[in-house]
């Protein structure tokens, strides 16, 4: 009997199998971490090859990409499907020496494409795994966004808009967007030197008044009230009146500039007791989904206070 070993090493699927004799055969897939999808209703995983031209491809009837995004509270998405007739692994060999971009996404098969081999395995376990991760992308990383430092990055909420500042791009609701507020004047991931216009020991991307005039920032809109203070400026040569202490004209803000955040889902797949013809596996570690929806941007809706 002999049993196959699964190693991820270099981008390349490395089969190993074993003989009660000792010998050793090593079978080398050699495809990229990477999978794609096609398919509304009935989603089909695959990756292909060439040189030589070789396709691993995993098709779940009945589900669909949505599916895999609608995720827990821990923002965690986990489901095994079972391999099986309705549910096939298939391991293909093309004659041809390209394949199209296509493969498996039209409607009507290329009769340019010829298979040499269609080894299916109708047995074993998918584990379908989607992790999301959410970013303003303000250019401070999320866990330098934990202001109370208790690793529960949904309570801290600066300016009480009702969005934590992990997913705020306007964390002290200034209507300066924090990455307009030189969080990293050297950009070397040190937050510690952060703009403080007002040498307060408050930065200025977490500071309501940056210039310490006792006028708000976002009510420092004296030339045009269009929820961005960067644009009403007194004295050119000092610059916007939010940031010159000596203008304190104060008109009353009444509404939060647009905001929006970005959602990043990780969709991942484990293969586990396949078995076709040519090998059997414990494991395969199938990979990570490239797909473009897996990005979405949210359009954020601050309460304004």
Do not use: H
């Amino acid at each position: 009997m002999r049993k196959l070993f699964f190693v991820l090493i270099a981008f390349s699927l490395l089969f190993n199998m074993s003989c009660d004799d000792g010998d050793i055969i090593t079978v080398e897939l050699d495809f990229d971490d990477i999978f794609y999808s096609c398919g509304v209703n009935n989603l089909v995983f695959y990756k292909t090859k060439e040189d030589p031209s070789e396709s691993l491809s995993l098709k779940l009837t009945g589900v669909t990409l949505s599916e895999l995004l609608v995720v827990d509270a821990n923002g965690v998405f986990e489901e095994t499907y079972t391999i099986s007739a309705t549910n096939p692994f298939n391991y293909r060999t093309y004659s041809n020496e390209t394949l199209p971009s296509d493969l498996f996404c039209s409607d009507v098969p290329d009769s340019d494409v010829k298979i040499t081999e269609d080894i299916e395995s109708t047995s074993g376990f998918a584990d379908v795994k989607t992790v999301l991760t959410e970013a303003d992308d303000d250019g401070i990383p999320s866990a330098f966004e934990d202001i109370n430092g208790n690793g529960d990055l949904t309570d801290d909420d600066t300016d009480s808009d009702g969005i934590p500042n992990y997913i705020d791009s306007d964390d002290d609701g200034d209507n300066i967007l924090t990455a307009d507020e030189n969080p990293d004047p050297d950009g070397d991931g040190d937050f510690s030197d952060a703009q403080d216009t007002d040498n307060d020991g408050i930065p200025d991307y977490l500071d309501a008044d940056d210039d310490g005039d006792n006028v708000l920032t976002r009510d420092e809109e004296n030339d045009s009230q269009d929820f961005n203070p960067a644009n009403d400026i007194t004295d050119s040569a000092v610059g916007p009146d939010y940031l010159n202490a000596q203008v304190a004209t104060s008109v009353a803000a009444t509404g939060y500039r647009g905001q929006v955040y970005t959602q990043y889902y990780k969709v991942t797949v484990n293969l586990r007791n396949i078995d076709i013809e040519i090998l059997s596996a414990d494991e395969v570690d199938f990979g990570e989904l490239e797909n473009s929806a897996l990005t979405k941007v949210v359009i954020a809706a601050p309460v304004f206070n």
